[in-house]
């Protein structure tokens, strides 16, 4: 009988996890420096520390009088070309949410920013499972923003960090199985 609630028991907690982890993350650009050029931030190795997933949605905040987000080719990207960005975000608090795989560009078109360091190279690694719940922030863009091929394009590296849910999931077996190992 111990056996059957115990079951049930790590059913209920691992369907919980499940809908818990389902939501897709949010992350701040820059984190609490946000998006500027002071500070000395690099947006690239900040990049490097996350995974970016389907579903993720990235927040933009900075002063809109001093700075901007532009969505860029890998070309615009690596010589700061702000003349034909794919979008232009204007309002210090833009919300992007990912939609497709690969790697997505963003710099702030002020002269002389992007070449200070202010731009980051998002990128969507295809394992990444697609969230199943939105998030509560809604996206900035109407329509999924157009692809940026990701062939042949160097980008941060991804973490190597172990899920927390599978983290969990190791605890939560451990607790579950140690009474019967108690016994041999």
Known sequence: ???????????????????????????????????????????????????????????????????????????????????????????????IKITNHGHHFFFCGVPGHCQAGQKVDINVLKVSPVASSPTPYSSALASPPPTVPASNVPGPSPSNAAPLKFIALKMIIGFWAMPFLVHF
């Open 1 to 95: 009988m111990a056996l059957v609630e115990r079951s049930m028991v790590l059913s209920i907690v691992l369907v919980t996890m499940q809908i818990s982890f389902s939501y897709a993350a949010v992350y701040k650009v820059g984190d609490s420096a946000g998006w500027t050029t002071l500070g000395n931030i690099d947006y690239k190795k900040w990049a490097a520390t996350k995974n970016f997933q389907l579903g993720d949605t990235i927040i933009f905040e900075y002063s809109a009088k001093f700075h901007n987000v532009m969505r860029v080719t890998h070309t615009m990207y690596k010589s700061c070309n702000a003349s034909s960005p794919i979008a232009t975000f204007t309002t210090g608090n833009d919300t």
